[in-house]
């Protein structure tokens, strides 16, 4: 009777031993630092690409534009805390405001959020160098590119 008592298992330790297991092999598989430096190259590499899209279009047009960074501290499981920046832009009563959510997500490398007056927009780090817009919800999520078509659609929208 106690050899068969080892293999009846609640729900809940089995799924306790089971995590244990894949989050540790999980875990040992990814170098943390390098995933860690990555992402914050692709964070900065993004807001170049937003002054490339953004602020030189701004500047260009005529607009008084001012930008500006905000150091914030992050924690992600595996990686722990470290420190990042929003990126503020702000030009005639616009701000638009970009702030990295970690590098921890399904699907993707990365997730920096883009707040504008009206809405939240998801951009995610589909590859190490590619941004992508998260347009859609549930089944009707589709990603788009990051570029200067579509960031002037979503200013039309939320503006």
Request: proline fraction near 1%.
């Amino acid at each position: 009777m106690a050899a068969s008592s080892k293999h009846v298992k609640t729900f809940k330790d089995f799924f306790y031993e089971r995590k244990k297991h894949s989050t540790s092999a999980a875990h040992k598989n990814v170098d943390w630092e390098s995933r860690k430096a990555q992402w914050l190259l692709a964070v900065d590499q993004l807001y170049r690409l937003v002054d490339e899209l953004i602020v030189r279009n701004f500047q260009a047009s005529g607009i008084q534009v001012s930008t500006r960074k905000e150091e914030v501290k992050i924690y992600e499981d595996y990686i722990g805390s470290y420190l990042t920046s929003n990126y503020i832009i702000e030009a005639e009563g616009i701000a638009i405001k970009f702030f990295p959510v970690g590098t921890i997500i399904i699907g993707a490398f990365g997730r920096v959020n883009m707040l504008l007056p009206n809405e939240t927009v998801g951009l995610v780090l589909q590859n190490w160098n590619t941004w992508r817009i998260i347009t859609g919800i549930g089944s009707a999520m589709k990603l788009v590119d990051f570029n200067e078509g579509q960031l002037v659609k979503l200013l039309q929208e939320n503006i």
